[in-house]
């Protein structure tokens, strides 16, 4: 019963961190970027929810409907990033890159903080739907959404891959840029694209991680992007069902570790886990089909 | 490689020479510093309070009350003609919350003449600045470090506010009497010392008031998630749970623990104050008929805290909390001890500021054996999104 | 002819000028603080500076001159900070009551740096199975397990931290510290085994087979780097005097990091001056108060743009150099001149 129920519990936990994972699988598999703004874009998306949901209410439309509005707008400022910050250094060495991700993330940070003071935000509720409990076990709204949004966009994302002429200049790209460019794949708009792509899902997981956690901040995703990044690893990096896989396992992990080892030492149990599982399978949980990175 | 190694030798002997001598200059140094603070009883001339505080950073809400607080002090004070007729000049320093940071900024307001600091906010870097100051005989007045410790450095260091443990005690003893609770749950974070500390003395008072810790929980400090900790506390079958954390911790804390089912009293500490700023309607639901201890209530009909959130309305157009009532106390303190001493010599300000005795904002301060005022403490109830004063416990 | 030869200066000769160039500064910082020039607030800030330039040049020995990217500095430095600080407290107990002050600190960076390389070597044999950005996240992983445990355990006073550490740590002995872990880690570079170290990084297959065992190079890189990120954890202890874990979050690894890349993956040069520069600069824009952290990344933004191979590169200043350089341009100057007067005196 208590099982169940803190299994339950790992999994709402799991599938935002499955969410935002594929959002940093997506962009790693095509620029090999750890893409540390990624987790404040969702950060972007809460204060542009916020901002919409009034504006609808008063139209009478349901506040989750802002999501349209943050995927449009996030897809644009993960272009504009991608644009201004990471293009020039497509060449440079790889941690350059790195740091210039890191920049872009703390400039984000600090700008929201300076134009939203750091105060969190109350986020008004995205769902207004009860769950029925049964026999005693509650499984949240937010999280059954949580979870079909992750698979639909883990299928989707996948047909998109492998059916569409985009999707497949994206795996060109993440085999081989320069063969890429030389077979005529406009490698600037595939990966401008992929960003966008990302982004535009990280709204999407602004709206799901609100509903289930309803305050942001500006600090709100450097943290959560950090757990999102390990779900990625664990996973396979690269990989997008992985993302789902190493998301649902760390939740999971994170959760259980609570309830039955300690709960002052979770964290250093989850990091464990990523630890053995990196030791003993570098390429992570799903991670062996190399070729089908993106 | 050989050679190399000997001329490093050669060069770290010659250097811890030359430290050697240089430990004798730097004596040399203090010895005119304290012949300058011989000469006393100067009136007035100029007053400069260093004002520090964490503006940028995750803990600037708690700052940017705390020097708010402050601000609207001193300027209200030198709208009323300042000390004596003399203006009172401030400067205020961002820290970051960093105790490094906090280091250097306070190296630097002593540099530019500080006469009396009031800070720092959160405990870490108040204690390593209460270090620095103890050493430089520096008045001291922080307005929000709750931490045993920061008074313990010295005796020119102050606070406006109680102490962390005495929370943990009032809360304990508020449960066991006025809840009637048997089994009690902790859920605190654990890298905060401000929580653990808080939870730890809650712990010990409900040991020995009889009550039963069924639960004692942490978490970490960007865990936004705590419904397996809630989880256990539910199953644990506690009557009260106690959550000594900050607002927005406990605004997400709140809304997890009705989901998990558990439906029994909430208790915090004044970190609460300003939780339903970060709630709606439905949200504040979740912590009805929950109880936290403050440092004033801010609906109380008295004429200073009334005149005071007015004032503060009107100049930064948002509501005041407690971390801005205390950081005003402060302020208050410091000025009326420059008063007292009338001179802004260091240890005529201590002794002026050992002698305090002010009704402020946030209740009457006075001091005893050392800087941590002796104060009542105020349980406030939330009640249809709103706090209700429930009772003012005696220190 | 001789007169064409350029101006050299031999082994010995370069050892003098650098350890009395080391000793100018030395002194010259010296006279400034005794004059009061320096006052307590820049001296903080010397030390501060110190601090950063033993983290910065530390990590670059892993990251630029082994070229494997470690997120958890910031771990070893905890480790070394809480490990120097608990002897310090306890001299007394331990026996060594009696030293004088600065032997007591010297010896509290040993025993903290010596503390945190067992855990590089802990961490670092299985970690450097990894690479890139796996290696990365193991380290990350590391560091923040090494925060977890510190935060729960008694003797480290848990959240609340430690407290009243003795402040042993003053611009002096900072500043001897300081050039001691430069010349250590130059030295290292410059020897058999730096040069096994690099050979790794530049083709690991190409130099297991010339008989350079990689695993035990990269090992010893990241257990000395670990060693001296000890080392400035010991010095920030006995500066600060209260010591929590919170500070080593992965946030500190990556501001080290930062401070590395910025100045040059590969050159210590770099990371002396972007150690100098990063501690500068957020206090000099401290009257921006909250404008400065966006200034601050921007910037970083900017100059990653604009050089993207930090701002030095793998350039390494050396004094000796640049004599000879002045030397030699001085004398062709003259060279030149003389054969110019020369000339038009034909006219």
Partial sequence: MGFIKQLLNGLQLGSIYALIAIGYTMVYGIVQLINFAHGDIIMVGGYICIMLIPILAQFGIPAWISVFGAVVLCAILGVLIEIVAYKPLRNSPRMSALITAIGVSLFLENLFMLLFSPDPRNVPQMFNVTMPSIGGFNLSFPTLITIIVSVLIMIGLQVFIKKTKIGKAMRAVSEDTDTARLMGVNVNATISITFAIGSGLAAVATVLYASAYPQIDPLMGSFIGIKAFIAAVLGGIGLIPGAMVGGIVLGVAESLAKAYISSQLADAVVYGILIIVLLVKPSGILGKNRSEKV | MKKNLLVLTALVLALSLLAGCASGAASKGTDTNANNSANTSKAISQVMVGILAPLTGNVAIYGTAAKNGAVLAFDEINKNGGINGVQIKYDVLDEKGDATEAVNAYNKLVSEKMDVLLGDVTSKPTIAVADKAATDRMPMVTATATAPDVTTYGDNIFRACFIDPFQGKVMATFASDNLKAKKVAIVYNVSDDYSSGAAASFKSTAESKGMQVVAYEGYGNDDKDFKTQLTKVQQSGADALFVPDYYNRVALIGAQARSVGFDKPLLGTDGWDGVLKVLDKDGAKALDNCYFSNHYFSKDTDQKVVKFNEAYQAKYNEAANSFAALGYDAAYIIANAIKTAGTTDKEAVIKALKSTSYDGVTGTIKYGNNGDPIKNVTVIKILNDDYVLETKVSA | ?347
């Fill in chain 3, 1 to 347: 002819m001789d007169k064409n030869k350029l101006f050299k200066i031999g082994k010995p000769a370069s050892y003098i000028i650098n350890v009395a160039a080391i000793l100018l500064v030395w002194l010259i910082m010296q006279s400034l603080i005794s004059g009061g020039l320096i006052n307590s607030y820049y001296q903080g800030i010397l030390l501060v500076i110190g601090i950063n330039i033993i983290l910065a040049t530390s990590l670059n020995l892993a990251v630029g001159f082994l070229g494997e990217m470690a997120l958890g500095h910031a771990g070893f430095m905890s480790v070394g900070a809480y490990s120097a600080a608990l002897l310090a407290k306890n001299a007394a107990a331990l026996g060594f009551g009696g030293l004088p002050k600065t032997s007591l600190f010297f010896i509290s960076l040993i025993f903290g740096g010596l503390v945190a390389s067992i855990f590089g070597i802990l961490v670092g044999i299985p970690a450097l199975r990894l690479h890139g950005d796996y290696l990365a996240i193991i380290t990350l992983g590391f560091g923040e397990i090494i925060r977890v445990i510190i935060e729960n355990m008694k003797i480290t006073g848990g959240a609340r931290g430690l407290n009243r550490i003795p402040k042993l740590a003053t611009p002096n002995t900072v500043y001897i510290v300081t050039v001691v872990t430069v010349i250590i880690l130059y030295m290292i570079i410059r020897s058999r085994h730096g040069r096994a170290i690099m050979s790794v990084r530049d083709d690991e297959i190409a130099a297991e087979s010339l008989g350079i065992p990689s695993t035990y190079f990269k090992v010893l890189a990241f257990a000395i780097s670990a060693f001296f990120a000890g080392v400035a954890g010991g010095i920030y202890a006995q500066y600060i005097g209260i010591l929590g874990a919170k500070v080593f979050d992965y946030n500190k690894s990556i501001e080290i990091l930062v401070t590395v890349v910025l100045g040059g993956m590969g050159s210590f040069t770099g990371s002396i001056l972007a150690a100098i520069f990063l501690t500068i600069l957020p206090e000099a824009l401290r009257e921006f108060a909250s404008y400065r952290m966006v200034l601050y990344s921007a910037a970083l933004v900017i100059i990653m743009i604009f050089k993207p191979t930090g701002l030095l590169g793998t350039y390494e200043f050396s004094l000796t150099r640049l004599i000879e350089k002045i030397v030699n341009s001085v004398k062709h100057n003259k060279d030149n001149g003389t054969q110019s007067k020369k000339e038009t005196d034909r006219k």
